[in-house]
């Protein structure tokens, strides 16, 4: 299911150049400066124009490419990573290292009335120093005739079909909603692109209709200074995917409306280190426990003897986990050289190993002398 996630957002990249997230800024490492204030004010007044989501993960290119990456990189290959960049600047418009934020969205649907899971739908929105307009544009030059356009409320979407997932969808249903997607300006600089029926949601919200609740919000920006953070509530999706909440046609309230399984994870730098930190939601400080034990347990049986600072059981022995009050809290603090090691050691080319195979024997096989016995004489 991830490595499907991922061909579907490069499949929608692919299409537009680059499908990215909505307006902010960076965040001072002061939570309590006026600064802070004001850039947590423009975070949250940029991604409460988001509709409803289940899951939402938020990421911060700008630090990340500017701050980040030069740290976990050798200079070499930072000037050309930022000299693309600029080409890519010249070419389309868009120079990432300049793209405020992005947020990825998931949302899950009840049942159809036949009783068939519905498979979930994704969304992209994106905003930085671009033209939406001039993205759409060199789309439309890009599709052709691929592309067609429908008019929803005040804007027009570009639709398409990414072909290669529309033929899976055919054997397939889950894949369905993944097939056809659309981009659409939700304003000069910011693009939404997604699947279509969860787009069009996009432009509800910009309009001010069934926007995403301020607790989703404050869950998913609860550290200022994150690189990337995740939030969402899989109990829920669980509920309303099968059937517990009522089909789309019929549909009810839940008999139980618990936290339980709420979760919040998010990627800082502190210094030289990378800090990984996170929570979830346990109902109650027994079940908090009891779930911070077993995953422990689990973490130990996946983690090996491996001293290898560049393996991921090295980095996985750092994780610490332990429960306080309702919550499960994950906690662990990466050195910079172990990441940057570990990213490395994953971006080297693979050898390509060769066989050679025996040398074939040039002298000639003897063939196995025959004997003839000879009969005695007055023998029958």
């Known amino acids: 299911m991830f490595k499907f996630s991922i061909r579907i957002v490069t499949a929608t990249t692919v299409m537009l150049l680059s499908c990215l997230a909505a307006q902010a800024q960076n965040a001072p490492s002061s939570a309590t400066s006026p600064t802070v204030t004001a850039v947590s004010a423009q975070m949250n007044a940029a991604l409460v124009a988001l509709p409803e989501a289940d899951t939402l993960i938020y990421i911060n290119p700008q630090r990340i490419l ?103 969808a055919e054997k397939n249903a889950f894949l369905k909603s993944f097939s056809d997607i659309a981009l659409v300006a939700l304003n000069s600089n910011t693009l939404a692109a997604g699947s279509i029926p969860y787009v069009k949601a996009a432009v509800d919200a910009a309009d001010g209709k069934d926007r995403i609740s301020q607790t989703t919000l404050n869950s998913l920006l609860r550290d200022q200074n994150a690189l990337i953070s995740m939030a969402g509530s899989p109990w829920s999706s669980f509920s309303k995917s099968f059937g517990l909440m009522g089909t789309a046609a019929a549909p009810r309230a839940a008999k139980c409306d618990v936290g339980l399984g709420d979760f919040y994870a998010a990627v800082t730098m502190e210094g030289s280190n990378f800090k990984l930190h996170g929570a979830m939601n346990a109902d109650n400080p027994d079940t908090a426990k009891i779930i911070s034990n077993l995953l422990t347990g689990l973490m130990k049986s996946m983690t090996t003897d491996s001293t290898d600072a ?16 309702n919550e499960v809290v994950l906690e662990a603090e990466l050195p910079q050289q172990m990441v940057a090691d570990l990213i490395r050691e994953h971006m080297k080319p693979k050898q390509e190993t060769t066989t050679t195979k025996p040398a074939q024997m040039t002298t000639p096989v003897k063939k196995p002398r025959r004997t003839v016995r000879r009969r005695r004489a007055g023998t029958q």
């Open 66 to 168: 500017n701050d980040a990456a030069p740290k976990v990189m050798s200079e070499s290959d930072v000037a050309k990573m930022r000299q693309q960049f600029g080409d890519l600047k010249r070419t389309v418009g868009v120079n990432p290292s300049q793209i405020d934020f992005v947020v990825i969205a998931i949302r899950f649907h009840r049942p159809s009335a036949d009783l068939n899971f519905q498979s979930p739908e994704f969304l992209i929105v994106s905003s930085g120093d671009f033209s939406a307009e001039s993205f759409l544009t060199l789309a439309r030059l890009g599709l052709q005739e691929k592309l067609r356009e429908e008019k929803y409320g005040s804007r027009t979407l570009a639709e398409t079909t990414i072909d290669d997932i529309a033929k899976q």
């Open 310 to 325: 560049k393996s991921f059981p090295s980095m996985m022995r750092m994780l610490t986990l332990s429960a306080r009050e």
